[in-house]
């Protein structure tokens, strides 16, 4: 097994086409990471580069110590599934399955042994006889996993492999995909277009637009601090509401006089504010805050999304299902005190002062106590063996 790092990347198609602009990324051994971002942002052009199944036009590409970037496809030890299959129609499940290891001429009685157990990890054992057409979609992608799993590669590259099932049976394979990856510990980067696949599955979630890197994170520290107004617009359902604000003393105004706390970074002109539908809440007309008009309403049975008319800006409100409001009441909405804004230059599009949680100044706190400590000498007295 092996991490994958990958420095400058670009990819430039013969038709001029750039499909990756420039790629750092660090993926640690034994990660799952998940690389995020619209169709057409380049992101299987990169899993097809790391692959070795296209020449990056420049950027090094390494997998553990190994810079691999002249190596074809078949020397890099990497297992790629794609969102079609591939499987080979006139073989049998168990066939299609040991087809990598018999191209790499194992012994006959290992890919017996390799096939069984991978079968087993799949559950798809009472299968292993039938040909793809007699298998369901979730059976295929079984099989297709199940092939890359028996090879015990450095790593596994997944192209939106569920694409093609249907939402309960993606949910199921999902949660198995996740719990196979914790107990092989390999590598794996998956790719996909679904925020929320990409949030339930990453340790870390790398955010793509147009061939560039946008954001790289956990899950829960991109949702909370999205670095761009893209990923501000991308995570979460609904996704961050962003609208316009200016600075008002200790406070941000938004539309209708909404007023946010002010982050001490948010100063000067040409400020975005990123706001969470469960940081605004609902009163009735005539209260404090911003009034406006509910337009819709979506109730997801443990909680209500409102969509609010705002003096024109539309803000969605995540309510408890109790809340009474209807289509077309009179409202108002705050922001509740507890939760500060991000706050984002709307030229460059990025966060002001909002730092996501491994900011050096965080990250350092535990260090610069333990230096104090050291060469405080009162502790330093204390020391054992100190007379
Ligand atoms: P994603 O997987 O994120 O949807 P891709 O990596 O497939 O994106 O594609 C990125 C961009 O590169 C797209 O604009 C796509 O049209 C273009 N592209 C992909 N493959 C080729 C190719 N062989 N020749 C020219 N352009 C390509
Ligand atoms: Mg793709």
Same mark, same amino acid.
């Given at each position: ?63 553990g110590d190994q810079l691999v970037n002249g190596r074809r496809a078949g020397e890099r030890d990497i297992a790629m599934v794609f969102q079609f299959y591939a499987l ?123 061939g560039r890197l946008e954001q790289v994170g956990a899950p829960l520290d991109v949702y909370r601090n999205p670095a761009t107004l893209f990923a501000a617009g991308f ?9 316009? $604000? =200016?600075?008002?003393?200790?406070? +941000? /105004? #938004? *539309?209708?006089?909404?007023?946010? !706390?002010?982050?001490?970074? &948010? @100063? ?6 990123? $706001? =969470?539908?469960?940081?605004?809440? +609902? /009163? #009735? *007309?005539?209260?404090?805050?911003? !009034?406006?008009?509910?337009? &819709? @309403? ?22 408890? !299902? ?39 100044a965080e990250a350092s706190t535990p260090d610069a106590t333990d230096r104090s400590v050291s060469t405080d000498p009162a502790h330093s007295g204390a020391d054992a063996?100190?007379?």
């Amino acid at each position: 097994m092996a991490g994958i790092h990958i420095e400058g990347l670009r990819k430039q198609f013969p038709d001029g086409t750039v499909a990756v602009e420039h790629l750092d990324l660090e993926i640690a051994d034994g990660e799952l990471f998940v690389l995020l971002g619209p169709s057409g942002c380049g992101k299987t052009t990169t899993l097809r580069c790391i692959a070795g199944l296209e020449h990056q036009t420049s950027g090094d590409i390494r997998i553990g110590d190994q810079l691999v970037n002249g190596r074809r496809a078949g020397e890099r030890d990497i297992a790629m599934v794609f969102q079609f299959y591939a499987l080979y129609p006139h073989l049998s499940a168990r066939d299609n399955i040991a087809f990598p290891l018999r191209a790499q001429s194992v012994a006959a009685s290992e890919v017996e042994r390799r096939v069984a157990a991978s079968a087993e990890m799949l559950k798809i054992t009472d299968l292993l006889d039938r040909k793809p057409s007699r298998l369901s979609g979730g059976e295929q992608q079984r099989i297709a996993l199940a092939r890359a799993l028996v090879r015990a590669p450095q790593a596994f590259l997944m192209d939106e492999p569920l694409t093609n099932l249907d939402a309960e049976l993606r949910i199921d394979m999902r949660t198995e995909i996740k719990h196979l990856q914790a107990e092989l510990g390999t590598t794996m980067v998956y790719v996909t277009h679904d925020q929320v696949e990409a949030m339930s599955l990453g340790d870390r979630i790398g955010i793509v637009n147009n061939g560039r890197l946008e954001q790289v994170g956990a899950p829960l520290d991109v949702y909370r601090n999205p670095a761009t107004l893209f990923a501000a617009g991308f995570i979460g359902t609904p996704p961050m509401n962003l609208f316009d $604000v =200016r600075v008002d003393g200790q406070a +941000l /105004v #938004g *539309p209708a006089g909404l007023r946010l !706390p002010r982050p001490a970074a &948010a @100063t000067g002109t040409g400020l975005v504010a990123g $706001v =969470r539908a469960e940081w605004l809440g +609902l /009163v #009735g *007309p005539d209260d404090d805050g911003a !009034p406006g008009q509910v337009v &819709a @309403t979506e109730s997801l049975g443990d909680e209500t999304i409102y969509v609010v008319d705002v003096e024109g800006e539309l803000l969605s409100v995540r309510e408890p !299902p109790t809340a009474p409001w209807r289509d077309g009441d009179a409202v108002t909405v705050h922001h509740h005190a507890r939760f500060e804004p991000r706050v984002y230059d709307s030229e460059s599009g990025r966060a002001l002062g909002t730092e996501p949680p491994e900011d050096p100044a965080e990250a350092s706190t535990p260090d610069a106590t333990d230096r104090s400590v050291s060469t405080d000498p009162a502790h330093s007295g204390a020391d054992a063996g100190t007379p």
